[in-house]
């Protein structure tokens, strides 16, 4: 009898295998597909064999391993996320079943993500994986050893445009199209902006003209821009790099240390800030405070609150100052001299 | 008139250079007393000292220590070796093949006598490199179908192939006799390998247990080879050829074999390469530049065993080459003297392309020794005032024209206008 | 300020006419003393690598302009302006007397001559390391005349102490700097100084002493086309601004013409300025004020408005015409399109898709915020508030300084040398600001009124010395701060490294030297060396050998010719290299040493310039993993070990301590001796202390015409495995009648 179960257990065991080991058909992974929100399959678990494991009648699966946990701190990663949902997204909008124009082939995105460091998802030790991100694509008939991989460089947007180059080469389509995510918010201020300068243009020409020739608004934004380029806004346009870094705790990080060459996008806000400061500040001193005597009947209360004012301004210049060396610090730390803040002058 | 006066001294010059021997002839023959009496092959050595060679013979028997090919490591010992079939392992490693390449990349020349029974390895493998494949031991070139009982192998006279090694004019009817025991080997492609003479087209060579070595004219029974600095080697499948036996009728291609392999005819030398602007202004004093005429001009003589006569052709070629080839044409003859041959290009003009161009001839024929003279020189662009002025330029008139007078009439206009200009105010003066 | 209301208090008596005259004389004496204490700072400050080194020429361009002044002064002017140089670009040569800007080399060599004259024979080598200190004395004067002529004298001694110790300009001329734009900077201000008098004054005298400067800028640095460009504009804002005066007619159509005229003279520049679109803004400007000029005439004679609107119609017809004139001949060929660099600028990702060659070089990357301040300390604040205070007064003068400011800031922001051409104006506008303040706050003179009232003065006088107080202490930080940066950052010269040895005692890596001088000592003259671009100036400069490619990167295919060599197989490079006559190879590596500039690093570049020429034959892709990695160990591709930079750098290294394996220290893999393949065709002759240098020679060709790969593989077999392959038949094509 215990034989008897044993070999009863046995087939058993066996049939599950075979049945688990069988791989999926393009149903069930547009099934698996259907089931995320964003259409991406998650391969976090054993599972992962199963769906990638061919042969498949011709459906291509388009991989990517990645690490979005703040202790991998993956700056690539994190950039790539959103714009891998979008291609899936892309993808679905104009193949609602995954499938080409002409039927003959799919496509479905999967992926696997290290949110947790001390556990791996199984996909990683599979499949060996040191460096991330990794894009694979996975080939109909083929086993889970079989795959394409896709080089992930260049950067910002040039990472989607060579995987849909890849992926279009290998499955040699031409259809694959990359909408950019459609940002509502900015059609809406420049289509209305847009009206209100032509409605403005065309009943107040005159206000319009004396608007143009302010010298306050033109020097404003002169000093703007200036500002914006010394804070490294350039840097961003052409590198693209991430807004902000994650530390080690998960906090938000505004400043990319240790690193002269290179910045967070955030960086340009905060310096930004920074000089727009000091720009009100030096200026304040120099023409603002003059002008008080002009609000005061009085010489003696003018002088008063001028030299209040001035010692002030003084003062926040220095503490904006020192904010500024220290970040400096943060970023060349051999850099000897920052200020030190009021409050070490105060206890020391 | 300068031109042939500089070609004059030239030829002078090249006479007295020229009227020495190509080659001192130290000559050493290795063999092996068990395989040859030398007393069979007297014609042959007689040939050679008659040639003022002179031989030393190193007999390989079991007191031989060394075979010295080079003093001290250093220079070569001789300028020839023959190699008669020698047995035994104990040569290969006294001779190595790495020792003959070195012998041959030094410039000395080597008669290779291949016998089919005593194959040594470090031999072959040295004519392997050359790309000589000498059949393996023991495979006798065989041609069957030459007649009954008559082993030996006889190839007549269109089997000769290269008229600068072995000479002119063969008829059909002369007959060259090798030996039984005779070995045909496989040649390369390489253009340095010079065939000389084919097998019969009914012959084969039989290996044990292996395909034929050589089927019909796919084999050679001997072959040259000159290598780029012009060391000659040549093998011959067999011993016999030599001998006294057969001197009668392979006599004349004997003597023609070895005063190639040595080196004593089809010698050609350049007495240099020369290139000068067309007026013969040299380019140290002038260097070219874009669109110059130049003139290039060589002188060949050609060595026929006892005098520098001068080597005539047509086709020697010339070539400006920048990467590319600008320009390739025949040279002409130009001036034939007792020594020497001059060819000239005639004027040329220099590519509209400033670079540095490097002026060739390469003259390599299947035979005669190899002649490359090349040299490298700048040709210069145009310096700024060497571009014709604008006023000789047809059809920049227009513009200047057109600038003379916008200049002229800016002048009237300021004159006009200064002498209205003062009216007016007179005027206004006036009518207030 | 201070000054003007003192000579206007000191008019009536004689005796303050004395006076005056007294603080007069003790103000130039003043003047002079700053002045030579800013040329003593600026020159000193400079000299960090003369003393911790020695004098000797830096980085790879001043190489060459150091190589082609030595030539000049060995030669005359007219062999210098029609120099063809056969030993560089190989074979193609170079057009060199009319493909350099020969400003820099002229000056110096003229500057060798005067001093030999008054018999002061100094070699011509430590003029050009000491030249650039010595014009940055002169930067710092040209500054102070300019800021003099936006604000005052005060604000102009406050530009040139900035000017003279500012890092931004110290990192492109410290002593053996011996580049363009150690003289370009100088010639920049002075330009612009007598710019300003001329539209100030509408002085053609001022315009003239503009054009001539800006022909001196032009015969030295390709980046006269800012000066081109920033003066027109500054003539189209004011006219824009309806302040157009007779003054800026006859300044500017003075500077146009001349200036045009002048710089055609330079065979490099040649037609550019009527052929290229960079500079047909300058062109067109012309054109307008001649327009504007004709207006402004015909107004004054007939009044009227409907002139006004025949005005504006016109010139906008004339403007769109222009334009579309403009688009047509340049669509047509007859105007160049603007060149890559330029372009560049404007379209960020231009270079890095069209231009590899561009994109690769460093100068040429966008700069993050840290390297403002690092260049500028607390310039880099005041200068934003300096540019809305001119703002303020907006005379016609500080638009010039705005349009400069904004435009600069954002040129610098995308492209990392020209933060060079941004310090001037930062260094004027901070002063402008910081002397604006101390006209406040430094002005002790006590009103009459307020004598009453010794108490209040007394808190005013508290706050102004506070004030200025923490902005004298800010100054007194910049000091540090510039030498600081100076001596830490700008001051090697990457020829020799400087290192510590473990025991932290400063020494230095002196390989480049070294394989340069063995070059020179041990190959034949002619001797022709392929190395990457990067090095080509120092081989002829130092090594004096001929060079395939250099960092005048004029011919492109010619270097994708080098990259091929050294991205494909050995026996097809061999072939390329010989093809080219070169006799010898030579790589950078920094495995050793850990030093990351090395040519392994650059790989990818000399993949990408090839592959740009051909594409079926290098392919950038075969040198990653399929997992889409760099790798050199034992993971590497197949075409990546078998490339002949790899093959190249990596001979013998990992036998380095016999252990068969060995660390690279730049891109942390292992090399184990069964990664590297053996060399056939190249023979290593020369490796340098650290292995930072390796050189090759190429094998001769074999006497017996065979390949090297096939002697290499003789070499290689055992004397028994060769009998034996001699016993089968020859596996190769065969002679046949």
Redesign the interface.
């Known amino acids: 009898m215990a034989n008897c179960k044993s070999i009863f257990l046995v087939l058993f065991l066996t049939l599950f295998q075979v049945l688990s080991t069988f791989a999926y058909s393009d149903k069930q992974l547009l099934k698996a597909s259907s089931k995320t929100s964003n259409k991406i399959i998650s391969l976090q678990d054993q599972k992962f064999e199963q769906i990638l494991r061919g042969p498949r009648e011709n459906s291509y699966i388009l991989l990517l391993l990645t690490a979005t946990s703040p202790n991998v701190n993956c700056a690539n990663c994190l950039e790539f996320e959103p714009m891998f949902a979008n291609m899936a997204a892309s993808w679905f909008q104009d193949h609602p079943d995954g499938k080409t124009l002409d039927g003959t082939k799919n496509l479905f995105f999967a992926k696997a993500d290290v949110k947790d460091t001390n556990n791996l998802p199984p996909i990683f030790t599979y499949y060996e994986i040191t460096h991330v991100p990794r894009i694979m694509l996975f080939t109909p008939n083929g086993s889970t050893k079989d795959f394409q991989s896709i080089n992930f460089d260049g950067e910002g947007k040039e990472h989607v445009t060579r995987t849909i180059d890849a992926v279009q080469r290998y499955m040699e389509i031409n259809e694959f199209a990359y909408h950019e995510p459609i940002d509502w918010a900015s059609v809406i201020i420049t289509s209305i902006s847009a009206f209100v300068i032509i409605f403005v243009a065309k009943r107040h020409g005159d206000i319009l003209l004396k608007v143009l020739k302010m010298r306050l608004l033109w020097g404003i934004g002169c000093v703007a821009f200036i500002i914006l380029m010394l804070g490294g806004f350039m840097f961003n346009q052409i590198k693209h790099p991430q807004l902000a870094g994650v530390g080690k705790d998960g906090g938000i990080l505004y400043f990319l240390e240790r690193e002269t060459q290179n910045q967070f996008a955030i960086e340009t806000q905060v310096l930004g800030v920074i000089y727009g400061l000091f720009s009100i500040l030096v200026v304040g001193l120099t023409m603002g405070v003059p002008k008080i005597d002009y609000f005061y009947s009085k010489p003696d209360d003018a002088t008063k609150v001028k030299a209040g004012v001035s010692i002030i301004l003084a003062i926040a210049i220095y503490m904006v100052f020192t904010g500024l060396t220290n970040i400096f610090k943060m970023k060349n730390v051999g850099y000897p001299y920052p200020l030190r803040s009021l409050t070490q002058f105060l206890f020391h | 008139m300068f031109l042939l006066q500089g070609v004059f001294h030239l030829i002078a010059f090249v006479a007295v250079v020229f009227s020495m021997a190509p080659e001192g002839s130290s000559t050493l023959i290795v063999y092996d007393p068990k395989l040859t009496e030398l007393s069979e092959y007297s014609k042959f050595i007689e040939g050679l000292t008659t040639r003022s060679h002179d031989i030393t013979y190193l007999p390989i028997n079991n007191e031989t220590k060394n075979i010295d090919l080079f003093i001290h490591d250093n220079d070569k010992k001789y300028n020839h070796l023959v190699l008669l079939p020698v047995k035994g392992k104990k040569v290969t490693r006294m001779l190595t093949?790495k020792l003959l390449?070195r012998f041959?990349?030094d410039g000395g020349d080597i008669l290779a006598v291949t016998s089919p029974i005593t194959q040594t390895?470090s031999i072959?493998?040295f004519l392997?490199?050359?790309?000589i494949?000498t059949a393996?031991r023991g495979s006798i070139l065989k041609n069957p179908l030459q007649g009954e009982n008559d082993e030996l192998i006889k190839v007549g006279g269109k089997h000769i192939?290269n008229k600068y090694v072995l000479g002119y004019d063969f008829n059909d009817d002369d007959e060259f006799i090798f030996s039984k025991d005779t070995s045909a080997c496989?040649?390369?492609?390489?253009?340095?390998?010079i065939?000389l003479i084919?097998a019969p087209r009914t012959s084969f060579t039989q290996v044990k247990n292996?395909?034929h070595?050589t089927d019909s004219?796919?084999g050679f029974l001997s072959v040259g080879?000159q290598?780029?600095?012009n060391?000659r080697v040549s093998w011959i499948g067999s011993q016999e050829f030599l001998s006294d036996k057969f001197n009668n009728k392979n006599g004349y291609l004997v003597d023609e074999l070895t005063k190639w392999t040595f080196k004593e005819k089809s010698i050609l030398k350049s007495f240099g390469a020369k290139h000068t602007h067309a007026d013969l202004t040299t380019y140290e004093s002038l260097p070219y530049k874009v669109g110059d005429k130049i003139i290039y001009e060589i002188g060949i003589s050609e060595w026929n065993g006892e005098n520098w006569v001068p080597f005539k052709t047509d086709d020697l070629q010339f070539e400006l080459k920048?990467?590319d080839p600008y320009y390739r044409f025949n040279l002409k003859q130009k001036e034939i003297t007792n020594n020497v041959c001059v060819y000239t290009s005639g004027e040329f003009k220099l590519p509209d392309h400033?670079?540095?161009?490097?002026f060739v001839t390469d003259y390599k024929r299947s035979g005669l020794s190899f002649i490359k003279e090349s040299d490298?020189k700048?040709i210069?662009?145009l310096?700024?005032d060497e571009y014709p002025r604008s006023f000789e330029i047809s059809n920049a008139w227009v513009y200047l024209s057109g600038i003379f007078t916008v200049i002229s009439s800016w002048v009237i206009f300021v004159i006009l206008f200064l002498i209205t200009g003062k009216r007016n105010v007179n005027l206004e003066k006036k009518m207030n | 300020m201070k000054q003007e209301s003192e000579i206007v208090s000191s008019k009536p008596t004689t005796k303050s006419n004395n006076i005056h005259w007294c603080v007069k004389w003790v103000q130039s004496i003043l003047t002079a003393l700053i002045f030579f204490t800013i040329f003593g700072a600026a020159i000193s400050s400079r000299l960090f690598s003369v003393i911790r080194f020695e004098s000797i020429i830096h980085e790879f361009d001043p190489w060459f302009n150091f190589r082609a002044t030595k030539y000049l002064v060995s030669h005359s002017f007219?062999e210098f302006?029609?120099w063809?140089d056969?030993r560089t670009w190989?074979?193609?040569?170079r057009?060199t007397g009319?493909t350099l800007y020969p400003g820099l080399m002229t000056t110096s060599a003229a500057v060798w001559h005067l001093l030999r004259k008054i018999g002061l024979p100094i070699d011509i080598r430590n003029i050009c390391v000491l030249f650039a200190p010595a014009f940055s004395g002169i930067t710092a004067w040209a500054t102070y005349e300019f800021t003099k002529e936006i604000k005052d004298s005060s604000a102009g001694l406050l530009a040139a102490a900035f000017m003279a110790i500012v890092p931004g300009y110290i990192s492109r001329s410290v002593a053996g700097s011996y580049d363009n734009e150690a003289i370009a900077i100088t010639l920049l201000m002075v330009t612009f100084m007598f710019w300003i008098k001329a539209q100030k004054t509408g002085s053609i005298l001022s315009a003239t002493a503009a054009a001539v400067f800006y022909f001196y800028m032009v015969s030295a640095w390709g980046g006269y086309v800012f000066i081109t460009n920033l003066i027109p504009l500054h003539i189209f804002i004011l006219i824009l601004m309806g302040r157009y005066n007779n003054r800026l007619y006859s300044a500017y159509t003075t500077w146009y013409a001349i200036g045009t005229l002048a710089s055609m003279q330079i065979?490099f520049v040649g037609f550019l300025p009527i052929r290229s679109n960079d500079h047909m803004a300058a062109l067109g400007v012309f054109g307008l004020i001649q327009i504007v000029a004709v207006g402004n005439f015909v107004k004054s004679q007939v009044s009227g408005k409907k002139f006004k609107v025949v005005m504006l119609v016109s010139l906008l017809i004339i403007f769109v015409v222009g334009i579309a004139g403009l688009c047509a001949l340049t669509y047509a060929g007859f105007i160049a399109p603007w060149t890559g660099r330029f372009y560049s600028l404007w379209d960020t990702s231009y270079a890095k898709i069209h231009i590899p060659i561009i994109a690769s070089v460093s100068e040429h990357q966008p700069v993050a915020w840290p390297s403002f301040f690092f260049d500028t300390h607390f310039l880099i604040w005041l200068f934003p508030a300096g540019v809305f205070l001119l703002f303020m007064d907006l005379a016609d003068e500080h638009v010039f300084v705005i349009a400069y400011s904004v435009l600069c800031s954002y040129f610098a922001g995308v492209m990392i040398r020209l933060m060079l051409t941004l310090t001037p104006v930062i260094c004027v506008a901070a002063a402008v600001a910081l002397s604006k303040l101390f006209d406040v706050y430094l002005n002790f003179s006590i009103k009459s009124n307020s004598n009453k009232n010794n108490k209040i003065s007394y808190v005013s006088l508290c706050s102004k010395v506070f004030v200025s107080a923490t902005f004298l202490f800010y100054l007194y930080l910049f000091v540090y701060h510039c030498t600081w940066v100076t001596s830490n950052a700008y001051s090697s010269p990457s020829v020799v490294l400087p290192s510590q040895t473990p025991n932290g005692e400063m020494a230095l890596i002196d390989d480049y030297r070294e394989a340069y001088y063995w070059l020179r000592m041990n190959t034949a003259e002619?001797a022709k060396v392929a190395a990457w671009w990067d090095y080509g100036y120092q081989i002829g400069g130092m090594a004096d050998r001929t060079t395939l490619v250099d960092n005048n990167t004029w011919n492109n295919t010619h270097i994708a010719i080098v990259g091929k060599a050294m991205a494909s197989r050995e026996d097809k490079s061999y072939e390329i290299l010989k093809?080219?006559?070169v006799d010898y190879v030579l790589v950078i590596f920094g495995g050793v040493l850990g030093f990351s500039g090395d040519d392994l690093n650059k790989f990818l570049w000399m993949i990408r310039i090839a592959e740009g020429i051909w594409p079926e034959e290098v392919k950038e892709r075969d040198f990653f993993t399929p997992q889409g990695e760099y790798r050199v160990d034992a993971g590497a591709t197949k075409t990546m070990r078998e490339s002949l930079l790899y093959k190249m750098s990596y001979q013998r290294f990992p036998e380095i301590y016999g252990s068969g394996s060995m660390m690279d220290n730049v891109r942390r893999q292992t090399i184990s001796l069964a990664d590297v393949e053996p060399l056939d065709y190249f023979e290593e002759v020369f490796t340098s202390e650290n292995w930072m240098i390796r050189i090759y020679q190429l094998k001769k060709?074999?006497?017996?015409?065979?390949s090297h790969k096939e002697i290499g593989e003789?070499e290689r077999s055992t004397?028994k495995s060769?009998?034996r392959r001699?016993?089968?038949?020859?596996d190769?094509?065969?002679?046949?009648?």
């Open positions: 093949d390449l041959v990349e390895d072959r493998l392997n490199q050359l790309g494949f393996p192939l496989l040649v390369g492609e390489g253009s340095q390998l065939p084919n292996a395909e070595w004219t796919q080879f290598s780029l600095n060391a920048l990467v400033h670079g540095v161009f490097t490298v700048a210069r662009h310096a700024n | 007219y302006l029609n063809f056969d190989y074979p193609l040569g057009v009319g065979p002619d093809d080219h006559d060709e074999d006497q017996l015409g065979r003789f004397h060769l009998v001699a016993a089968k038949k020859p190769v094509s065969l002679r046949a009648l």
